[in-house]
């Protein structure tokens, strides 16, 4: 069975700070893992992936997140927060990229 | 290209009803999920159709149906409303094999 935890359901970042998401998985194979974001009434937008090339991913917006194995851990980080970047972000994992299995979500508030 | 399109966007019903939703998937994709989000959770996977066929089916009961057409648009039937089944209801689709989903809008199903 697959299943992701993000730990904190809000976070609040002063603009220009550092955004730090957390997301551990549980998966008995090695896996895909996801971000995505969600903005209000929308559907989710895909923000990087990783699928067992290199363990630091890049995605849009300036977003990037570190697959640590060891720790089942896949954190979303961001150097600089924008106001733009408040929004629900949800971490994802899969196994066949068939099944997605999502967290419940942490909500990003960025303070100007 | 036009991304993921959903219809309708915003649907009202009555408990014991049947609803019927629709999804055209990116262009290029052959592939199409269907998640259920509830109001402040993560999207939760009903079921997968790939070939006119439902390939993966989540924890959800027989009231929730599909099916895939030869052009590869999909539909989601679910029969008998509750108040429970209330959500926006989110479709994604993907090209066999690549392992990342692209969203739509969603429908927000509002049960009465």
């Known amino acids: 069975a697959q299943s992701v935890t993000q730990l904190g359901s809000h976070v609040s970042v002063s603009e220009g700070a550092l955004v730090l998401l957390r997301c551990n998985y549980s998966s008995s194979v090695p896996p895909y893992l996801f971000w995505y974001v969600q903005y209000p009434n929308q559907g989710l937008q895909l923000l990087l992936k990783?699928?067992?090339?290199?363990?630091l991913v890049k995605g849009i917006n300036g977003f990037e997140a570190e697959f640590k194995k060891s720790e089942t851990s896949f954190h979303l980080t961001k150097p600089s927060a924008h106001m733009s970047d408040a929004a629900e972000y949800f971490c994802a994992v899969s196994d066949t990229g068939n099944q997605f299995y999502f967290g419940t979500g942490t909500s990003l508030t960025v303070i100007p | 290209d036009a991304g993921v399109t959903q219809s309708p966007t915003h649907l009202i019903k009555t408990r014991g009803q049947q609803v019927t939703l629709r999804c055209s998937p990116k262009?290029?994709?052959?592939?199409v999920s269907w998640y259920q989000q509830a109001l402040g959770q993560g999207p939760q996977f009903i079921f997968q159709?790939?070939?006119?066929?439902?390939?993966q089916r989540g924890n959800f009961p027989d009231r929730f149906s599909g099916h895939q057409f030869p052009n590869y648009s999909s539909e989601l039937n679910v029969n008998a409303l509750l108040l429970g089944d209330s959500a926006l209801y989110l479709c994604?689709?993907?090209?066999?094999?690549?392992?990342?989903?692209?969203f739509g809008p969603g429908t927000r199903l509002t049960v009465t």
């Open positions: 994604a689709s993907s090209r066999q094999g690549l392992y990342e989903q692209y």
């Open positions: 262009s290029g994709h052959d592939t």
């Open positions: 990783y699928t067992s090339a290199a363990t």
């Open positions: 159709y790939y070939e006119e066929e439902e390939r």
